[in-house]
């Protein structure tokens, strides 16, 4: 079977983007566990497959490099968009995720912005294993949590650089707490518009940028009074930008390279 593919970088969060419009390939988990290897595979942390839809540019579905399915990537999702602006001739497109529609415009030659949604903020809409109020978790930190079709958990330190990302947030990832896992990230704030964010991805270990947690950062900040509206968010391989108002979507504003393209034959 010929797979065939098109990496790409947002921040250095890599992903790889497979066209499903014109060819239908089954993709099991087992097979994005072997795309997904680094040693043996093409290797990416996530994986977006293209399909088309009815009432929008395209259909999207997501994968971690472990085969387990996501509802949100902020960072393949400005790649498919800057893919199919590219492809269209438009500086806007709109793309259907299990977030629902989300509308992406473009700003410069490789800035995408997405409207990423509402966050979803519920005990049992993240989810969590048992009611309670979500801006102050009774965990070890004191940490927040929100979904942005993904679980999301929010720790606010005084020096995230003195943080050991890797054994924090694995320890916090798989916390009874959260059913599904989660997203853990620490959030180092500089100013109320500027924070420092380092990341744990849900099976897929320390990233070096997120959008969808990068959002899920911003939104926990402001949910607990501690950021403004507008936030730049300082990842560990560059800069992205996040926008809510408290209500409506959160704006998510970033970089996205292309880096190859190639064909997967198994």
């Known amino acids: 079977m010929m797979i065939a593919f098109e990496k790409m970088h947002a921040n250095g969060d890599d992903f790889i983007v497979v066209d499903l419009r014109h060819r239908d390939v089954p993709l099991p988990p087992e097979l994005i566990r072997r795309l997904g290897d680094r040693e043996r595979g093409i290797g990416f942390r996530q994986l977006a497959a293209i399909s088309r839809c009815d009432d929008a540019t395209a259909r999207l579905l997501f994968w971690n490099a472990d085969g387990t ?21 438009t500086d806007a497109v709109t793309i259907r995720t299990g977030r629902g529609l989300l509308h992406c415009s473009r700003r410069g030659r490789t800035q995408i912005a997405v409207d990423m949604g509402p966050p979803l903020l519920h005990w049992s809409e993240i989810p969590l294993a048992t009611p309670m109020e979500t801006e102050i978790l009774p965990l070890v930190g004191d940490p927040a949590a929100c979904s942005m079709g993904n679980p999301h958990c929010t720790f606010f ?95 998510l504003i970033g970089p996205v390279e292309p880096v190859f393209r190639g064909e997967w034959i198994s």
Not at 69 to 89: F, H, I, N, W
Not at 195 to 217: D, K, M, V
């Open 69 to 89: 399915p996501l509802d949100a990537c902020g960072s393949a999702t400005r790649g498919v968009a800057l893919k199919l602006m590219e492809e269209s001739g």
């Open 157 to 251: 330190v005084e020096h995230v650089e003195q943080v050991d990302v890797e054994v924090r947030g694995r320890a916090i990832e798989t916390d009874p707490l959260f059913p599904e896992k989660t997203n853990v990230h620490f959030v180092q704030i500089l100013a109320r518009d500027r924070i420092r964010l380092r990341i744990w991805e849900r099976g897929a270990g320390i990233s070096s940028g997120s959008g969808s947690c990068s959002c899920a950062a911003v939104v926990n900040g402001i949910r607990r009074g501690l950021l403004a509206e507008t936030v730049e968010v300082q990842c560990d391989g560059g800069v992205l930008g996040v926008s809510w108002n408290g209500t409506d979507g959160v704006y």
